[in-house]
């Protein structure tokens, strides 16, 4: 449903992010406890997310398949860095985004600009440049992205 599913847009500052329509699905499916191990036909794929070296506490992380761009697999990366989906075996194109600010600790309705704690072109699959092989022997990784 990626490539055919509709898309929402978040204003954040001057950039837009977009969501895509599978990942409200995946996020369901994740929060209900649908499963607690990997559904037939899909591996457990998990990992940690970091830029240049350094923690990314928290964000999004999206996988799209190269095969079709319709099997496609989503997780919010924690504040430890780490995520966790089911995923088909295949290559994906994998998209990350992760927003700092919006909120101001001054309290209620005072709003601080956001600001994006990875470049914009990570957040699509497809111009990200990051690529991944998913298989049983290959579900546990470590992402790296330049600053």
């Not at 989906?85 to 700092?100: A, C, H, Q």
């Not at 022997?137 to 470590?142: E, K, M």
Request: charged share 20%; net charge positive; aromatic share 6%.
């Amino acid at each position: 449903m990626c490539e055919r599913g509709w898309n929402v847009a978040m204003r954040v500052g001057s950039q837009t992010l977009r969501i895509r329509g599978c990942l409200l699905g995946v996020t369901i499916a994740s929060l209900s406890g649908c499963w607690s191990s990997a559904p037939p036909g899909r591996v457990t794929t998990s990992g940690q997310v970091t830029v240049a070296g350094s923690p990314l506490p928290d964000g999004q992380i999206t996988f799209e398949s190269v095969e079709d761009g319709l099997d496609c697999g989503a997780s919010r990366i924690d504040h430890k860095e780490r995520f966790s989906m089911f995923l088909k075996p295949g290559v994906y194109r994998v998209g990350i985004e992760s927003v700092e600010g919006g909120v101001s600790p001054a309290g209620l309705g005072a709003v601080e600009p956001a600001k994006l704690r990875v470049a914009k072109r990570y957040a699509d699959p497809r111009a990200s440049g990051l690529e991944y092989t998913i298989d049983a022997s290959n579900r546990r990784l470590t992402i790296d992205i330049p600053k």
